[in-house]
C-alpha cells in the first residue's frame, strides 16, 4: 500500500522524479502530478482508470501562477479569483502554450484553481511546476476526503500520499467556465451560485450532462458507490437490508445501524463534508439498497443534492 505522511520534501521528490502522489484539498483529495510532463498526465489517466476525453484540474500556488499558464481573462474571472481564490472555485480559461493538450484533453481552454490547504499550498510553493489532479478516485466512484479513503482505492498504484487530515469541505470544487465572454457554472460546489452572483450578478447554471459534456464531472452517475442508490419517494418501504442516508432526522423504518445522519444538527457545511465518507461506510455493509434524503436546497446544500442526483442516476 501506499505511504501515508506529513512529509513535504518527500512529496516534491517524488513528484520532481515524475512520480504521482496523493495530495489534500479543502474538498477532496488529488491524484497529483507534474502538469508540464506529459508522460505523468498519461499516468494519471492510468491511475484513475479516466477516459482520456475527461480533462484534468490544474493546480496552483497564487493567482499569479494561475496567469502564467493562462490568457486571456474576463473581468468577472479577475474579480472572482480575487474574492474566492485560495478556495473551491475553479476558472476555465484560455490555455497558454506550456499547459499540455494531454491536460486539457484537446481543449484550448485550462481548469485551473489555487486550492485552500496549508500543506498543499507549501508543497505547491517548492515546485517550479503547476499540479494535475483530478480526485484522487477510480473514475466514477465517490472522491476521497481523507487520506485512508485514498490508499483504500489508489494504495497500490501511487507510492505516497501527504495526509492534511479530513477535508474542510468534502465537496468537489464549483467549476466556472466563460462561453463567448458569458459566465456559465459547470459545477456546482461550495462556492455558491450566490456568492458567484454577487460578484458577477446574474450567471447560467448549465450543469446537466450532454451528449457531449463540457465537464464529465458532469456526467450522470458519475459519483455512484457500488450498492443500489434510490431517491427517498421513489421507493416502497420495504425493511430488511436496506440503508438509509439522512440528512438530519433518522428513518422510522429502516434499523439503526443501517442509517447515517450527514448533519443531526441540520448544517449543510458539516453534511456536505459527511457526504462521501458515509456513501463509503454503507456502500461497504453489504446492503441490498441505500435510500437517499435529499437535503434543504440552500448554499452549499445544492452542491449536495446535486452529488446525490448524480450518484442514483441510471
Ligand atoms: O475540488 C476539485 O476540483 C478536486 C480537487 C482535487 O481539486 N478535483 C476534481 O477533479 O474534482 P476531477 O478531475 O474529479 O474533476 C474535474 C472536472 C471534470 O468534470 C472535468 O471535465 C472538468 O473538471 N474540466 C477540466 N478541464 C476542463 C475544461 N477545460 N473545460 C471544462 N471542464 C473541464
Ligand atoms: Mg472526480
New binding site residues.
Partial sequence: MSIIGKDIKQAATLLKSGNCVG?P?E????LAGNALDTAVVASIFRIKD?PDF????V?VASLAQAQQYTLDWPEGAKSLAAKYWPG?L?L?LP?AVAIPFQV??G?E???I?V?DHALTLDLLQTLDFPLA?????PFGYV?PTTAAHVNDQLGGKISYILDGGPCRVG???T?I?WNEGVPEI??L?AVTIEMIETVLGKVRVKTHSSSN??????LENHYAPHTKLVFQGAEKDVPGKTGYLGFDTFHPLYPRENQQLLSPSGDLFEAARNLYAMLRILDQQGLEKIILAPVPADGVGQAINDRIRRAVSK
Fill in positions: 495530495i484539498t474538498t477532496v483529495y488529488g479516466r475527461d480533462p484534468l484540474i493546480h473551491p475553479t476555465v490555455k486539457t484533453s481543449l481552454t485550462v481548469a484553481r486550492p489532479a483530478p480526485s484522487a478516485n472522491s465537496v468537489e470544487s467549476i467556465a459547470l459545477r460546489g459534456p463540457k465537464a464529465p464531472g458532469m
